[in-house]
């Protein structure tokens, strides 16, 4: 007997599958409806496919493929006027399309080695040494010129032009203390991929929350994967331990903080919505709760305290760009822009179209390549088009996946963070450390 699609672990609600009219205003801010043109690979294809489901059609191949290419990037969020909540749709979809496909022997071999790695921040830090030596050989040059890589191992090529170019490490002590009068305690997330190949940006982010009048908490070796590669690829019960762990860290009543500061778009979102993943834990629901209610961007939370720091002037033109989790997830996107403008001197300019996703989301360009490439150029392009010196984004994947593309588009631009921004405005460091600095993405001789 043929079982139906999904078992009854909070399957796909079917009272926010109704909420869908079909009225196709998220069409044009779906990235994979933008490449492809097919109605299943939109978000209301997506949802007629989960009713589908719910009606008792089986989890068919073609059904796991049309949920598993969907970026989770929620433009379709912000775009639909009715309040579809396709966010949790697609979680809760996500999750049975985890449980209940099987994939074949070469998916099951690519998805345990991403999640035996990416999650795991010392097994990152442990790659340091060996990327830093590849890239000072020159290598990286040979293998770009053959072009070999791509043609033999398409998902190994994307790994290696993703790689940033690594500078030295920055490692936080565990406490760092406010700069003049505490004006709040904020515990801070290190990351995974932003604490091994990222450092100085969580260097930047502690300075900034100190110059603002913030004790920082960052407690290193006591924190770990915040759960969010995991939770966002339906691996509900591995998001679910990092999240105790991460809760157990900085969510007991001890830890004394205000506020929890996330640099990363794709963790904040993750961390926000903690309440809902852990809501059947009796132990941590109530917990998890009140650990999200304290969740900040980065920017979001320099924003409701009101910056107090004197400001020294950057002239540049600067290009920013929209991280998925950060505007559409999170609905911060004001936030940044009023940081950034604040800066003397600095000019802003807007990337057209940004509601469209860079195709980085998590995971997707490694189990996507082909697909990912084409939205990063398409990014890149826009990014160029902007005349800017800089990008500025909020997500070490997004700097990471276009800064990869723009070699393919012939072009070359300077990417920094935008707490490295900030940063340099509070410290007074010239305009050309940022255009100088090992970001700068330029084309492969």
């Known amino acids: ?80 006027p009715s309040g579809v909540r396709y966010d949790r749709l697609i979680a809760d979809t996500r999750a ?15 998805r345990s080695a991403i999640f035996a ?56 002590p565990d406490r760092i203390a406010p700069l003049g009068r505490r004006r709040a305690t904020v515990g801070m997330l290190a990351g995974c991929v932003q604490r091994a190949f990222f450092p100085e ?4 982010t ?13 407690v290193p070796e006591r924190q770990g994967c915040c759960g ?34 996330v640099n ?33 961007d980065l920017a979001e939370l320099l924003v409701e ?12 033109t600067v290009a920013y760009h929209d991280a998925c989790h950060l505007a559409h997830a999170q609905g911060v996107r004001a936030q940044p822009r009023a940081l950034l403008r604040g800066i003397p001197g600095l000019e802003l300019r807007e990337i057209a179209d940004p509601e469209l996703c860079c195709g980085s989301a998590g995971i997707w360009n490694v189990l996507n390549p082909g697909p990912a490439a084409q939205l990063g150029e398409r990014k890149a392009r826009d990014v160029l088009a902007t005349g800017a010196q800089l990008l500025v984004t909020a997500n070490p994947g997004c700097l990471m996946q276009v800064a990869a593309a723009l070699p393919r588009v012939g072009g070359g631009v300077a990417l920094a963070h935008t707490a490295q921004l900030l940063d340099a405005s509070l410290r007074g460091l010239p305009a050309e450390r940022l255009l100088g600095g090992r970001t700068v993405s330029r084309h492969v001789p």
Not at 305 to 316: E, N, Y
Request: hydrophobic share 40%; with cysteine; net charge positive.
């Open 264 to 296: 990363a778009a794709g963790c904040g979102s993750a961390l926000k919505e903690y309440g809902e993943l852990l809501r059947d834990d009796p132990e941590y629901a109530d917990r998890a709760t009140a650990f999200a209610a304290k969740v900040r």
């Open 201 to 204: 940006v969580n260097a930047a």
């Open 117 to 172: 790695l990416f999650p795991y921040p010392r097994r990152l830090r442990l790659l340091r040494g060996p990327l830093r030596a590849y890239q000072a050989s020159g290598l990286r040059r040979l293998v770009a010129r053959t072009g070999l890589l791509a043609r033999l191992a398409p998902t190994l090529a994307t790994l290696e032009s993703l790689a940033p170019r690594l500078g030295r490490d920055v490692p936080l």
């Open 1 to 80: 007997m043929t079982q139906p699609a999904f078992d009854e672990h909070h399957p796909p609600r079917a009272d926010l599958i109704s909420d869908c009219v079909h009225c196709g205003f998220c069409l044009p801010t779906c990235p994979t409806y933008t490449l492809w043109g097919e109605e299943m690979d939109s978000p209301r294809g997506r949802i007629h496919l989960m009713k589908q489901g719910l009606d008792g059609e089986p989890l068919s191949p073609a059904m796991a493929g049309h949920f598993d290419a969907c970026l989770g990037c929620m433009a379709c969020v912000t775009a639909c």
């Open 96 to 110: 049975q399309v985890e449980r209940r496909h099987p994939r074949t022997r070469r998916e099951r071999a690519l």
């Open 228 to 261: 969010a590669l995991s939770g966002h690829s339906g691996r509900e019960e591995e998001a679910r331990r990092f999240a105790r762990d991460l809760i157990d860290a900085f969510g007991g009543p001890d830890a004394g903080i205000d506020y929890f500061v």
């Open 305 to 316: 305290i009101g910056p107090v720091a004197p400001r020294h002037p950057l002239p540049l």
């Open 206 to 218: 502690a300075r900034v929350l100190a110059a603002e009048g913030c004790e920082v908490v960052v």
